[in-house]
């Protein structure tokens, strides 16, 4: 399985980086446009910062400006995959870069029958638009499920990336079934991470914890450590005149 950020936020990306759990970014015309960056700047940026593909959508609207974009993409980074709208433009450009061992795929599906002429073209990729289906009265999850059964059953080696996905229950449906991989803009990435019973089950192993201290001290330290703090209270009666020692002297 495998889990992409949808965003050009260089921060974002470096931070789901050091926990491992990011495997590439997918980006689009609306997330480039609201960068200050070219589209050039903005995918190749990207492509530094993380160990896994960058995905770049095409612009243009016939085939012969999309193959164009398309072959400009692949030269723009080492690991950049081509997003190709689900239109018969699109389908044809697929079939002319994928011969030249271009790596793209099919965006923006909406139905079963897409997903499968792009796999029959080798894509890829297909991303069904999983919470756009819904709004349209489908069930998006099981659009894109449906997508990976059917692949499986022709044996297609093209990835089922979820897209468009908006809350954390879809993503939790998409994991029970099995989709291979997945997109989420920040702020779904960024819920994957946090529960609150987590926080009340930590917050109960501190306060059973107390004030033991270092978990790494040995023994020996441990009881340094002990000896040195009642020595301080000791002191600290001896000049209120409350401790052992100012009763003896007194």
Not at 20 to 25: E, I, P, R
Not at 45 to 62: M, N, R, T, W, Y
Not at 83 to 96: F, Q, S
Not at 138 to 144: L, P
């Amino acid at each position: 399985m495998r889990l992409y950020a949808d965003t050009a936020d260089h921060e974002l990306i470096r931070e789901y980086t050091r926990y491992g759990v990011l495997d590439g970014v997918t980006t689009n015309p609306s997330i480039v446009a609201a960068t200050d960056g070219t589209y050039r700047e903005t995918i190749t940026s990207i492509a530094e910062l993380i160990d896994g593909p960058v995905f770049a959508q095409v612009l243009a609207e016939d085939a012969a400006g999309m193959i164009e974009q398309a072959r400009a993409y692949d030269e723009w980074a080492e690991d950049v995959i081509v997003k190709l709208p689900a239109t018969r433009a699109g389908y044809e450009t697929l079939d002319r870069v994928r011969t030249e061992g271009i790596r793209a795929g099919i965006t923006v599906v909406f139905s079963l029958s897409q997903a499968v002429l792009a796999a029959k073209n080798d894509a890829t990729f297909v991303a069904p638009y999983v919470a756009r289906l819904t709004d349209a009265g489908e069930d998006g999850v099981d659009v894109a499920a449906a997508i990976g059964e059917a692949f499986d059953a022709y044996g297609y080696d093209t990835e089922v990336l979820a897209a468009s996905v908006r809350n954390e229950f879809q993503v939790r449906r998409l994991y029970r079934a099995g989709i291979d991989a997945i997109t989420l803009a920040p702020a779904v990435f960024e819920a994957q991470f946090d529960h609150r019973g987590t926080e009340e089950g930590l917050a109960g192993f501190r306060e059973a914890w107390g004030e033991r201290g270092d978990p790494l001290a040995t023994r020996a330290e441990t009881e340094v450590e002990s000896e040195a703090e009642t020595g301080t209270e000791v002191n600290a009666g001896a000049e209120t005149g409350t401790g052992t020692e100012a009763g003896i002297r007194e």
